[in-house]
């Protein structure tokens, strides 16, 4: 598994997931199984994600041309069962074929459309093979979506419609000469039914009951109903037209088989035909999605994850809500430790997450919302961020944590890993000697650890990467206004930015922050006093 | 009926057994003449199994050489090669997927599949899509959405003979059911600001002072909270955003001023008219933001239970309650008069 439930969950992959909705039952197929791109993979990958600008560049060049895709997409049905009775020797019905031909029709329309505006784009069959096909099921021109038993599949159909119709003529004939008959010497009208409904207190209620020509069906306390005998005439025609049918049932039932017959060859085409389809619809899903994220493509590097302007997405949608906006991520990691220090509610977290997600939607095929991004491709990534993981089984922040680290380590592929914290779950005297040998230990091994901390200790003595978060700036002109909205001001005091550490002394904001939040000055001048400052 | 504006039409019984396939048919048979395409879809199933006049095993429409209609997949593979096989939808039942097809010579088919009023609004839109005048909507008795003015724009309701055990109580319980059926659209501009705003929300909302108010309550069944949100003021009208009921109704009756109610359309309208009428004599009034178009009521004076009534009396006496609505018996007149009832000649 190249990322575990609590990774995802972590990273808010399933939120994000729901909208990369394909059109086509092909595609919610394809996204069902939809893996991420592994190492080795990468020209595969990079033709996947160029293939993806160019449709976005399709999309911006020609609105009209991606609105008829769409259409032709969402009405594109699935005829893989189809597909499996022609396999199995069975013979598809009218609904069956009819499916073939509207996934034809359709499947004709996209390829057509997509040759044009993206002569590479990646498919096993040409417009032209689609059109062979679809032109078998369509023996009448123009072609069209339709599907009917046209006379044009077998001339013995023609004359047996013929034949029926003709039958049908001499019948109603019969009848209409029956009904005439009847009315001609009674002042009533037949019904939809073919009856007559005859009140019976009418006076010739009484004699329609003694006519030959009728009988009596059903009596009320009101009415009689009355239909027409059948003539030896019409038993006759009725007759004729019964045969007529059982022959036309027939022949239809020869030209089914036929076009089984016919098709099977072609199970080959609509087998690779039902992929394309199913690839299109992906990438076309895939590119809608990274459309309302504005991304881009990320190119592949061997040692080093460069984001700039990184962004996730939902995160970015929630502030937005609330009138704030999210401070782009700009991070390279580099194979060993990256360490993300700086003051609470800093955006440290969002910013492992940002990472998480970006990498991950990278690997699995996606344009990253990012401005810029290079990553190289890896076997796993894990992310051990909050408080609540692991919960269910019973475990403590501290023991949780220190599980996914273990289950980590004990791989020896290469992986990004994400942690939030280490050792933050125990006591600050051994959580920060663990923290510490924990990233001595990782700095050492073949993957990628992305860390925040508060612990100098980490910082000590072990080659690693350090950022850390710009932190607080101009705080003191809120700190006498007690009816402040402390979140508000919190966030416009906060640089969120990360910035390149290179050993200048930590600020420490922690009690400004407290302050913020209206913690009672005592405490904090108490506090102040304990570090050996006097604040 | 398209030179009216009526686009798509509910055949609806107002009980089980009623008789609508009968009347569908008759009215399949009377537009055949007209020689125009014309769409067919039932909603639901609703366990009919033998048909009401003719006693025998419930008979499928018989539509028109050109007609379009909506059915299950395996349904049309049964009817042989004369349907033309035209779109898929995207309504899957437990028959299959429904799909929408021409008749090529005319004939029998079942009409089955479409079982939720969301499925008949696309089936209605796509019919007219392929160039359908009229679409007609086979309504199961149960199945009330049918005749939602935003699903269909005019309904035929079927009186059967087994809505009640004498003639006079199905001449009372129609009367009920037609006259809740055709209570006003309101025409106040801001009553119907204050029901598109009580849709929008899922709240009361309240006019008062020439301006709609939004409430903090979403049902009258929620009495105190209701109670605390009307109390202590003058409401002109109030439009709610469910159903409507006795017990409903009782509540603005306690109030010191009876407001103008104001509901969505009429299937949300549960209030018996006894009720209905007290309100009006204390000076409320109801009335729907859309309205049903009811442009006629077909009877049927055979119940499947064995009873009979007069068809004369009653048709006329149907007539009588329903005024102007025109009434036609369609097994006993002639297409012709069918069509003079529909055409309101």
Redesign the interface.
Known sequence: MWMDNLTRQAIRWEALWLRFQPRTPMGQRAKRSLSPFMPGEETEWQACLVEQEHLLEAFRRDPEWMSRMEIHLS?T?DPTQTVRMLESGEIP???DW??IK?FLWHGWHLCSMVRNEIPGFRLKREASEWKRVLSLLNPDPPLS?????SSAYDSR?KERREQV?KENRWVRKAEEQAVLDVERDFPI?Q???GEW?V?RRSPHFLDMKNDSRVQLV?E????GVFCPVETEVLKAARMRREEANTD??AV?HD?FQQLAETFRPYIPFLRDAILDLATLDVQWARVKMAESYNGTRPKWEAESYRIQGGIHPLVAESLKEKERTFTPVDINIHRGVTVIIGPNMGGKTVVLTTVGLVVALGQFGFLVPARSCSMPLVSWMTAAIGDAQNIREGLSTFGAEVRRIVEAIKRDSTGLLLLDEPGRGTNPVEGAALSAAMTNDLAKRPFWTLQVTHFREVLQGTEVTVYRVAGLEGIDRFQDREDEDWEKALEQAMDYRLLPWSGESIPQDALVIARLLGLPSSILQDAWKRIGNGG | MSSEGIRSLAVAGLSKNAGKT?VL??LA??LNEEGKPYGFVSIGVDGEERDV???KEKPPIVVPKGSLVATA??L??GM??G??????TSLVSPL??V?LARS??GGKMKLAGVTRAEGIREVVLRFLQQGARLVLVDGAYDRKAATSPWITDAAICVVGANLARTLDGVVEKTEEVIRRLTLPETVNPLERLAAETALANNRLVGVRDGAVEILPCSSLLLTEQAQEALAGRVWEAVALPGSLTDRGMHFFMKQNHAPAVILRDPTRCFVSMRVIRRFYRMGGTLSYWKGVRLIAVAIN??SPEGY?????EMKERIADVCHPIPVFD??????RAIRSSLSGG
């Open positions: 009405k049905p019905k009218a609904s009819f499916r509207s979506p339709n599907f009917f038993l159909l119709e009208q019904n939809g039914d409904v009140d059903r009320t306390p009101f009415d036309l049932e239809e030209v | 009968t048919n008759h048979a009377s006049w003719t006693l997949a395996p049309l593979d042989g090669g349907w033309e096989l035209l779109e898929s299959g997927p799909i090529l010579q004076p055979v009979v009534f007069d068809p004369k369609a097994v006993r007149d002639g297409i």
